[in-house]
């Protein structure tokens, strides 16, 4: 038995002091009072700050200076995990921008290879596109925009282990199919829409969520809510967020965490190559050329694509400069997304019999060490 102590514990029934976190076998046993550690357990002690479930991102399109799309493998997978593992992130979803159906095949092998091999983090795969509305592309190449049919159906569904997220524009694909992919247990989400209320609801019964809200989707307005106050206003679609104070103002993402239900809003990255590897200022997306303009990434025409955020940032920037509650920002970045996923039962908060995969916060909310089912990598290590 190995047990964590002296940090503060986020648990699902608060931020907790003076209590220790007890694993084995990488699966959490207990939470005890520390007067309360069992006598020849193994005990670490942590130099105070914050313990909690590590985040996870179902939203993750590159790290460590490497991008899914541009080489579809499993190490690509690898090192992209590894340099977010740095920023508390212990579980994401590989994500892959909308691309020719074949690299689409191969980044079903890439990530279903990772799963096999139990690579540390890895929890499915998303695909952004390529079934979504060409006016709200945003950095999509448009060549790769379509119809989706039969045949993409058993495509998306075919990993046949993990999760998969499959984010499309409703009014841009027949309900039936989105009817289909759900039935053979993908998890979909509407994005790069410009679908009306009446479209949401339509699809509201298939549709688990939306993905980065407020970005590349029809606007809130006051008269015609838009496909963003759908989002906002259906209680039972969870959304995501990009809280890096670039695509969505401080003060609306606020907004949106005091419109939607608890649980209902949680964080993602939408992160490209530069995340880890600092030093990297321009990449490729397909033929397109991204670059870092002040700390945002863009195309040669100005569009944003992606984002240079990281986990532990989100987490920080919520707390700071959107007002919101740490206890809640934690469950934000862990169990909120771990229910979208429907993996509540294994992962995303700290309780007995979940997995213990953690992440130490330091007092300032910088990220000082994680466990991935209860292998420690401290934060300096995996830079």
């Given at each position: 038995?190995?047990v964590?102590?002296?940090?503060?514990?986020?648990?699902?029934?608060?931020?907790?002091?003076?209590?220790?976190?007890?694993?084995?076998?990488?699966?959490?046993?207990?939470?005890?009072?520390?007067?309360?550690?069992p006598?020849?357990?193994?005990?670490?002690?942590?130099?105070?700050?914050?313990?909690?479930?590590?985040?996870?991102?179902?939203?993750?399109?590159?790290?460590?200076?490497?991008?899914?799309?541009?080489?579809?493998?499993?190490?690509?997978?690898?090192?992209?995990?590894?340099?977010?593992?740095?920023?508390?992130?212990?579980?994401?979803?590989?994500t892959?921008?909308?691309?020719?159906?074949?690299?689409?095949?191969?980044?079903?092998?890439?990530?279903?290879?990772?799963?096999?091999?139990?690579?540390?983090?890895?929890?499915g795969?998303?695909?952004?596109?390529?079934?979504?509305?060409?006016?709200?592309?945003?950095?999509?190449?448009?060549?790769?925009?379509g119809?989706?049919?039969?045949?993409?159906?058993?495509?998306?569904a075919?990993?046949?282990?993990?999760?998969?997220?499959?984010?499309?524009?409703?009014?841009?694909?027949?309900p039936?199919?989105?009817?289909a992919?759900?039935?053979?247990?993908?998890?979909?989400?509407?994005?790069?829409?410009?679908?009306?209320?009446?479209?949401?609801?339509?699809?509201?019964?298939?549709?688990?969520?939306?993905?980065?809200?407020?970005?590349?989707?029809?606007?809130l307005?006051?008269?015609?809510?838009?496909?963003?106050?759908?989002?906002?206003?259906?209680?039972?679609?969870?959304?995501?967020?990009?809280?890096?104070?670039?695509?969505?103002?401080?003060?609306?993402?606020?907004?949106?965490?005091?419109?939607?239900?608890?649980g209902?809003?949680?964080?993602?990255?939408d992160?490209?190559?530069?995340?880890g590897?600092p030093?990297?200022?321009?990449?490729?997306?397909?033929?397109?050329?991204?670059?870092?303009?002040?700390?945002?990434?863009?195309?040669?025409?100005?569009?944003?694509?992606?984002?240079?955020?990281?986990?532990?940032?989100?987490?920080?920037?919520?707390?700071?400069?959107?007002?919101?509650?740490?206890?809640?920002?934690?469950?934000?970045?862990?169990?909120?997304?771990?229910?979208?996923?429907?993996?509540?039962?294994?992962?995303?908060?700290?309780?007995?019999?979940?997995?213990?995969?953690?992440?130490?916060?330091?007092?300032e909310?910088?990220?000082?060490?994680?466990?991935?089912?209860?292998?420690r990598?401290?934060?300096?290590?995996?830079?």
């Amino acid at each position: 038995m190995e047990v964590l102590a002296g940090a503060r514990l986020h648990t699902p029934e608060g931020i907790l002091s003076g209590r220790a976190l007890l694993f084995a076998g990488g699966v959490i046993r207990d939470i005890v009072a520390e007067d309360a550690i069992p006598a020849r357990a193994q005990v670490t002690r942590l130099a105070g700050g914050t313990l909690a479930a590590g985040f996870i991102d179902v939203q993750v399109n590159g790290g460590g200076g490497v991008m899914f799309n541009d080489a579809p493998t499993s190490a690509t997978i690898a090192a992209i995990g590894h340099a977010h593992r740095a920023f508390g992130t212990t579980g994401f979803l590989p994500t892959f921008i909308s691309g020719p159906r074949a690299d689409m095949g191969r980044a079903i092998e890439a990530v279903r290879e990772a799963l096999d091999q139990g690579m540390p983090g890895v929890l499915g795969i998303h695909f952004e596109g390529p079934h979504i509305n060409l006016a709200r592309r945003g950095a999509h190449d448009a060549r790769d925009i379509g119809p989706l049919g039969d045949d993409d159906i058993d495509l998306l569904a075919s990993l046949g282990t993990g999760r998969t997220l499959v984010t499309l524009a409703p009014e841009s694909v027949e309900p039936a199919h989105i009817g289909a992919l759900a039935g053979r247990g993908v998890i979909v989400a509407a994005g790069h829409t410009e679908a009306d209320a009446g479209t949401f609801d339509m699809a509201a019964s298939e549709l688990t969520g939306v993905t980065h809200l407020f970005n590349a989707m029809g606007p809130l307005g006051h008269r015609e809510l838009g496909a963003a106050g759908a989002a906002l206003t259906r209680d039972s679609l969870a959304c995501s967020i990009i809280a890096d104070g670039i695509h969505v103002h401080w003060d609306v993402v606020r907004l949106a965490w005091r419109a939607k239900p608890r649980g209902k809003l949680f964080l993602v990255t939408d992160a490209m190559a530069p995340v880890g590897a600092p030093a990297l200022d321009e990449f490729s997306l397909g033929d397109e050329r991204v670059r870092v303009v002040d700390s945002c990434l863009r195309t040669a025409d100005g569009r944003l694509a992606g984002s240079l955020l990281d986990m532990g940032q989100a987490v920080r920037n919520c707390v700071a400069h959107a007002g919101i509650p740490l206890e809640e920002v934690l469950a934000m970045a862990a169990a909120y997304p771990a229910d979208f996923l429907g993996l509540a039962e294994s992962r995303g908060r700290l309780a007995p019999g979940l997995r213990a995969d953690l992440v130490w916060l330091d007092d300032e909310l910088g990220v000082r060490a994680t466990w991935i089912e209860g292998e420690r990598s401290d934060a300096s290590e995996v830079q």
